[in-house]
C-alpha cells in the first residue's frame, strides 16, 4: 500500500464489491489494498456501485470504511422468486410491517444482493406467490429497513428452463424482445431488399471464390473469405479497375520479383452499418445494448433477425454488401498491399467449422487447395504473432446437448480445429490493419477513433500469478513488473499434463486485464498489436458498427475531430460495460446447466482435476463436463487438514497426505442446490 500521510482525504470515491456474507471491499486507485466495510456500514451500497467511503481509525493492517453516499447504482432491477413473509424475525432487514396487512418481498437470485426486497400488494403486476418475477427497487433510504420494489415483470415458474434463462439474460439488462419502432424499421429495410444503386461505388467480388466458415447452429454470419491466386501484380487488377477504390497504401507499391507466389485474400464484413443510420432507432437500440447475448440454449441479437439472420447475414448464393479489407499476401504470409472499402460479395459455400476441417485435410473436398493454401498462411501468421510476445489464450470450452425441455442430457467439448485458427487468424489481420490505417491517418488532423486495447497486467496480480507458478516449480522472472510473454508460452507448450495446462491456462487468464473499447491506444497486450480494433462482427458488436463508419468517413476524406472525443468515449464505456454483462450471462446460463446437469446424477462417481484451494475446501472440476464444485474441508474425515497458502496446497497433519492443484480425484455428487447454482463433492 502507499506510504499514508497526515494529509490523507478522510473521504474517497471507488467501486464497492460485496461478498455473499456481506462484507463490503471498496478499491481506491492508487491504493494496494481495498477498504473493508462491515455489513452495517454498507448504508444500502449494492455490489457494483459507485460509493464515497470514509476511512475509519487504522486498526491492525486492514483499512476499514464507511458508506457516507452513493454516487451512482451499478444497477436497480433484480431477478428473484416472490415469497410472503409470515415472520419477520427471519428477516435480514426489519420491514416495518403494520398491522394486518400482508407482506410480499423478492428473494433475489443474485447471491451478492444481501437483503430482500419488500414488494407492496399495489406493486405486484398481477404476480403469484412462488412465480420468478423482475422486480425495480423504486426507493431505499433507511438502511435498517429493507428496500421496496415493484414487479416490471411476471417471468413464470421457478425451474423451467425458458424461466431460468430469461431471469439469467433480463436481470444483465438484455431483454429478448426489441422494442417494436426497431423492429418495424428492421422490417422496412428488408422489404426494402438490395437497392440498384446499393451497388454503386462498391468494388464487385461476385465473380471471386468466396465463402463462409461458422458454427454449425449459426444463423448470423458476419464475415466471408475470398481467395484467388495472382499470376502478376498488377494495380488495376487488385483495385477492382475503380481509381476510387484505391487505398493510399497500393500507391509505389514495388511489383514482385519474378515468379513470386502471390494471393488475393479478401476479408468480407456484413455493411450493417449501409442499414443502420445514425439516429435510428435500430441504431439507439443496438447502441444501447452494445452486443448480442449467446446463452447456451437461446441467442438474444442487437438487431432484428430480419437483418441479423437475413439481409445482413452473408448467406451462400445471394448477393450481399459487404466492407472489405483486401490483401495481397505472398508465400511467406508477408502483406504486399492493402485495399479498403466497399464490396458486394456473392459467396459460394456455407462451411461448417467441421466441414472446412475436413476440405483442409482431404485432397478431393470441396475448395481443398483454396483452404489448405490459407491454412498454411494462418499457421505462419500466427507463428509470427507469438514471435512478437501474443500470449496463448485458448481455452477449453463445453457445449450442452438439450432435449425439447431444454434440460441437459449430454455435455462435449468444443473442439477448435485448424478451421477455426485459420477464420481467427484473417479476422485478426483486418482488425489490425484497419486499426493501423486509420490510426495512422488521423494523427495529422488530431481525430478521434474507438480502439480495443488490453492493458498490462496488475502488479498485484502479476505477482499473485508468479506466486502461483513458482508454487509448482517454474523458475519465474518479471521483467518490468510483467512477465515476459515466451516465458508463460513455454510453460504452457512444454507442460505434458493436461490436468495442470487447464489449471495454468486458467490462472494466466484471470491474472490478465480486461480487453475494453477506448478512444485512447495503448496497444493490445495479450495479442501483442500496437494498433488493435474490431471491425469484423457488426451484426453482433456495435463497437464494429462504429469502426466500419469510422473507416467511411476516413476513406472519404471526412475528418472527425476532438469535440467528438467524449460522444465516442462514453459509447465505448457502455459497450465494455454491455459486454461483460453479456458474458457475465453466457457464463451463469453455462453454470446453471452444468448444476442441472448434475442434479441428476446424485451419487455417481467422476474423474476430477483439483483448480482451486482454500482454507475452507477443494474446487474440482469434472474432467469432461467442466462441471466446478466443492470438496468441504469439514467432509475430509480421515486427517486434519491445513491449507499452506505459499505452496498452494492442502496437508494432512497426521498422515501428511498432500492435495495440489491438477491432482486427479476421483469423485461423487453429493449435493446440488440450483437456486445458488452450486456443487458440493465427495471424494471417493
Known amino acids: 500500500m502507499k506510504k499514508e500521510s497526515k494529509k490523507m482525504p478522510p473521504k474517497l470515491e471507488g467501486i464497492i464489491s460485496v461478498s455473499a456474507k456481506g462484507t463490503g471491499y471498496v478499491k481506491i486507485e492508487g491504493y494496494e489494498d481495498d477498504i473493508e466495510i462491515d455489513f452495517h456500514d454498507l448504508n444500502t451500497a449494492l455490489h457494483g456501485d ?147 444503386k446499393d451497388y454503386q461505388n462498391r468494388r464487385d467480388f461476385r465473380q471471386t471464390l468466396t465463402f463462409t466458415i461458422d458454427p454449425s447452429d449459426a444463423k448470423d454470419f458476419d464475415d466471408a473469405i475470398s481467395f484467388r491466386k495472382l499470376s502478376s501484380f498488377n494495380k488495376e487488377e487488385v483495385g477492382g479497375g475503380n481509381p476510387k477504390n484505391h487505398h493510399p497504401a497500393l500507391k509505389g507499391t514495388p511489383p514482385p520479383q519474378g515468379g513470386e507466389e502471390l494471393y488475393e485474400i479478401g476479408v468480407h464484413i456484413a455493411d450493417v452499418s449501409h442499414y443502420v443510420k445514425v439516429g435510428s432507432a435500430l441504431d439507439n437500440e443496438a447502441r444501447e445494448r452494445g452486443t448480442s447475448v449467446y446463452l447456451v440454449d437461446r441467442t438474444i441479437p442487437m438487431l432484428p433477425e430480419t437483418l441479423s439472420n437475413d439481409l445482413c447475414s452473408l448467406v451462400p448464393n445471394k448477393d450481399r454488401l459487404t466492407m472489405s479489407a483486401v490483401f495481397v499476401i505472398d508465400k511467406n504470409a508477408k502483406v504486399k498491399s492493402e485495399w479498403f472499402g466497399r464490396t458486394v460479395i456473392h459467396s459460394d459455400k456455407r462451411f461448417t467449422y467441421e466441414e472446412a476441417e475436413k476440405s483442409i485435410n482431404k485432397i478431393n473436398a470441396p475448395f481443398h487447395l483454396e483452404l489448405s493454401i490459407l491454412n498454411n498462411l494462418a499457421k505462419k501468421m500466427t507463428k509470427e504473432r507469438f514471435a512478437s510476445g501474443a500470449i496463448s489464450l485458448d481455452q477449453e470450452e463445453v457445449k450442452f446437448v438439450l432435449d425439447g425441455k431444454g434440460t441437459p442430457i449430454k455435455v462435449i467439448k468444443k473442439e477448435r480445429g485448424e478451421s477455426n485458427k485459420l477464420i481467427e487468424e484473417f479476422m485478426l489481420l483486418a482488425n489490425k490493419k484497419v486499426a493501423e490505417v486509420i490510426s495512422k491517418g488521423i494523427k495529422k488532423d488530431a481525430g478521434v477513433f474507438v480502439y480495443r486495447v488490453h492493458d498490462l497486467p496488475s502488479k498485484e496480480k502479476t505477482e499473485d500469478l508468479a506466486f502461483f507458478l513458482r508454487s509448482l516449480g517454474y523458475k519465474i522472472s518479471l521483467q518490468n513488473g510483467v512477465i515476459p510473454a515466451h516465458e508463460i508460452n513455454n510453460i504452457l507448450k512444454n507442460l505434458l499434463d493436461e490436468n495442470k495446462k487447464d489449471t495454468v491456462h486458467k490462472a494466466v487468464i484471470r491474472s490478465m486485464a480486461k480487453a475494453i473499447y477506448s478512444t485512447k491506444n495503448i496497444g493490445h497486450y495479450g495479442l501483442a498489436f500496437q494498433y488493435y480494433t474490431h471491425f469484423t462482427s457488426p451484426i453482433r458488436r456495435y463497437p464494429d458498427i462504429l469502426v466500419h463508419r469510422f473507416l467511411s468517413d476516413y476513406l472519404a476524406g471526412k475528418k472527425i475531430g476532438k469535440e467528438r472525443l467524449e460522444e465516442y468515449e462514453k459509447i465505448s464505456r457502455i459497450s465494455s460495460d454491455q459486454e461483460k454483462r453479456a458474458s457475465d450471462a453466457e457464463r451463469a446460463s453455462i453454470k446453471y446447466k452444468q448444476v442441472e446437469y448434475m442434479s441428476h446424477r446424485i451419487g455417481q462417481t467422476f474423474t476430477g482435476i483439483i483448480n482451486g484451494l482454500t482454507d475452507w475446501g477443494i474446487y474440482v472440476e469434472e474432467k469432461e463436463t467442466k462441471c466446478e464444485g466443492l470438496i468441504r474441508l469439514r467432509d475430509l474425515a480421515d486427517d486434519f487438514y491445513v491449507f499452506n497458502e505459499k505452496k498452494m496446497e492442502l496437508v494432512g497433519q497426521k498422515k501428511h497426505k498432500k492435495y495440489r492443484l491438477g491432482d486427479n480425484l476421483k469423485i461423487k455428487v453429493k449435493t446440488v442446490d440450483l437456486e445458488r447454482k452450486t456443487i458440493d463433492y465427495g471424494l471417493v
Open 50 to 196: 459507485t460509493v464515497e467511503v470514509k476511512l475509519h481509525a487504522k486498526k491492525d493492517k486492514r483499512l476499514t470504511g464507511e458508506i457516507v453516499k452513493i454516487i451512482s447504482r451499478a444497477k436497480n432491477n433484480f431477478v428473484g422468486v416472490l415469497e410472503e413473509e409470515k415472520n419477520l424475525e427471519v428477516l435480514p432487514l426489519q420491514r416495518g410491517k403494520t398491522s394486518g396487512s400482508k407482506i410480499f418481498f423478492l428473494k433475489p437470485d443474485d447471491t451478492k444482493m444481501y437483503t430482500d426486497i419488500l414488494i407492496p400488494e399495489k406493486m405486484l403486476s398481477g404476480a403469484k406467490i412462488g412465480q420468478k418475477v423482475f422486480v425495480k427497487i423504486i426507493s431505499w433510504s433507511d438502511p435498517k429497513k429493507a428496500p421496496e420494489g415493484k414487479v416490471l415483470k411476471v417471468l413464470g415458474k421457478p425451474g423451467s428452463n425458458d424461466v431460468e434463462m430469461q431471469a439469467i439474460a433480463i436481470e444483465k439488462g438484455f431483454d429478448s424482445n426489441l422494442a417494436s419502432q426497431t423492429e418495424n424499421e428492421a422490417k422496412k429495410i428488408k422489404e426494402n431488399g438490395i437497392q440498384q
